[in-house]
């Protein structure tokens, strides 16, 4: 059966058409004339920054190729120019010398797969992606953070179609700093934190680490002053000591605000090394470097520095001592937590708005849109919902009533998100598809003993297809929770994340699905007291509020 399985992968390799990624636009590069084309500073810098410098340079650290196919298949051929050099005593061979596959989904980056350096010899090649459905996708593939590239093609079928992915417009991001802006040590290209800050903005960026040596020079001052970015973010105190900092980065900030008097520059303290609790050497390093560049960030915003910003090291990694490979570089946890910090900083600089395709369904002060559905079986109907402080509100009314509140219209494909907050004991749901007689796909909030949190269930005659009697685990109790509900296709897949936690994925089948809506309404629940279950205390509530939804199209 291997056999077969291998003849047939050979034989679907051998159809693949190659394309040259250097026929595409490269995102994350600077400088248009450059030695070679992944390198990150231009030719002209040789021999004006330092050699180390220059030799990071020709790594492809945030470089990038966004693309759009309609290829079933994805296979990547990539030529390393440094063999001796595939992985680093602390970071993997994926993350120094590999790829990493994004696929834009429903507006936001999913990843989608890794390219492995497993051969001998700088030429690696490997399928990414199989049995992917027929249909135009954008995609993004990361080029190694640690290597430098020769090459990089794209095996497609034959016939598949190839383009560059439309420009965003906006200027890019430029991060300068040391070997943890460089992306030591995440374990793929696209973990480094300047990256999860580009999907988690949709932003370009500008990858300027230089492992071991982002030592703030005026002549990389010079050198970055030459580009036109939405922002600067500069984090080289873990290659600096405190009376460096004192010295060098006033005047590399003078040097690009002379060309940049308006752009935002972000500050960045130095990490909190994980041995910091227990050796002095390394927290009093990390303590005095950052209470030195609070100081030049202080002098420059009373001198009337308007657009100067600041990320302290609380901001960064947690503390814990479990976000590091070697209690100074970051795993991916610790990449995790830095975009965290800095990247809420940015998207204030940037005002960026955050749910970006989302429509609310709520205004937080009227129910308009949304009315009490009076085509459910005669037990439910009943309840009452009101507004109070911007939050929508349910309660059995009279005692051991209750029913739907529901928006009437077809929605098919989307993502729903809402915040909800129960008071115990209580029993209610969110209502997918609904149709006239109620006949729908609830996702249950049943906060009570022995039953549900997000579980699907089939209301009037069905009941669950998909139980979960541990999703109340990640509820939090007495506070609100976050709840994100995505529903496509026919028959339907349908997720649930609550608190960041994927509870639920379940695909329906013809069978399960059959007789409900392929579209409908949307319905928040007040559960009737039925048969013999006591599911509510007289005077408890169920809450809603920042109700939205993005159609898929």
């Given at each position: ?98 790829l990493d596959l994004y696929v834009r989904d429903a ?256 205004d937080g002060t009227t129910l308009s849109g949304w ?183």
């Open positions: 059966m291997y056999l077969l399985v291998l003849l047939a992968f050979t034989a679907s390799a051998q159809n693949l058409a190659w394309h040259d990624l250097a026929k595409l636009p490269v995102e994350g590069k600077g400088w248009p004339a450059t030695a070679h084309r992944y390198d990150r500073l231009p030719a002209k810098a040789e021999g004006v920054v330092r050699p180390p410098v220059w030799n990071l340079s020709r790594e492809s650290a945030g470089m990038r190729y966004r693309f759009v196919t309609d290829a079933t298949r994805i296979d990547a051929r990539w030529k390393l120019r440094n063999t001796e050099k595939l992985a680093m005593p602390n970071m993997p061979a994926t993350g120094v010398s590999g507006g936001e980056w999913h990843w989608l797969a890794v390219g492995r350096p497993t051969k001998p010899g700088p030429v690696q090649e490997g399928a990414l992606a199989a049995g992917l459905p027929k249909r135009r996708r954008e995609y993004l593939l990361y080029l190694p953070l640690r290597n430098s590239l020769d090459t990089v093609e794209l095996g497609l079928p034959a016939g598949a179609s190839l383009e560059a992915a439309p420009d965003s417009g906006r200027k890019p991001i430029v991060f300068y700093g040391t070997s943890i802006v460089h992306g030591g040590a995440a374990s793929r290209p696209g973990m480094g934190h300047p990256a999860i800050i580009g999907r988690m903005l949709d932003w370009p960026f500008i990858n300027l680490g230089f492992g071991g040596n982002g030592k703030s020079e005026p002549e990389m001052a010079r050198l970055l002053a030459e580009l036109d970015p939405a922002a600067f973010v500069l984090d080289s105190l873990p290659n600096l000591t405190a009376t460096e900092v004192s010295e060098r980065v006033g005047p590399f900030i003078e040097i690009v605000r002379e060309k940049h008097p308006s752009v935002p520059i972000v500050l960045v303290e130095n990490v909190n090394y994980a041995s910091s609790g227990y050796l002095e050497s390394t927290r009093s390093r990390a303590a005095n470097s950052n209470a030195a560049l609070r100081r030049i960030f202080d002098a420059r915003i009373k001198a009337g520095d308007g657009n100067l910003h600041y990320v302290p090291s609380w901001q960064l990694l947690g503390g814990d001592g479990e976000d590091t490979v070697d209690g100074t570089h970051p795993s991916d946890l610790g990449f995790q937590r830095m975009a965290k910090g800095i990247g809420s900083v940015l998207r204030e600089v940037l005002r960026v708005a955050g749910d970006e395709g989302f429509v609310p369904l709520f009315k009490m559905h009076d085509g459910l079986p005669k037990v439910h109907q009943g309840g009452k919902w009101w507004i109070e402080d911007g939050v929508l509100n349910g309660t059995q009314d009279p005692p051991g009533k209750g029913g739907f509140l529901w928006i009437d219209r077809p929605y098919e494909n989307y993502i729903l998100k809402l915040q909800a907050k129960l008071d115990y004991p209580v029993d209610s749901g969110v209502f997918l598809r609904v149709g006239p007689d109620g006949k729908s796909h609830q996702v249950t909030l049943d906060y009570r003993p022995k039953s549900d949190i997000g579980a699907i269930y089939i209301p009037f005659g069905v009941g669950y297809v998909k139980r979960n009697q541990e999703g109340v685990r990640a509820l939090r109790k007495d506070e609100w929770n976050d709840l994100a509900i995505r529903i496509e296709g026919q028959p339907p897949r349908i997720r649930f994340w609550l608190n960041g936690y994927l509870l639920t994925d379940f695909q329906h089948t013809e069978e399960t699905a059959k007789g409900l809506p392929a579209a409908g309404g949307i319905a928040l629940q007040v559960h009737p007291d039925v048969g013999n279950l006591t599911l509510w205390k007289d005077g408890n509530r169920v809450r809603f509020r920042d109700v939205k939804i993005k159609e898929l199209r």
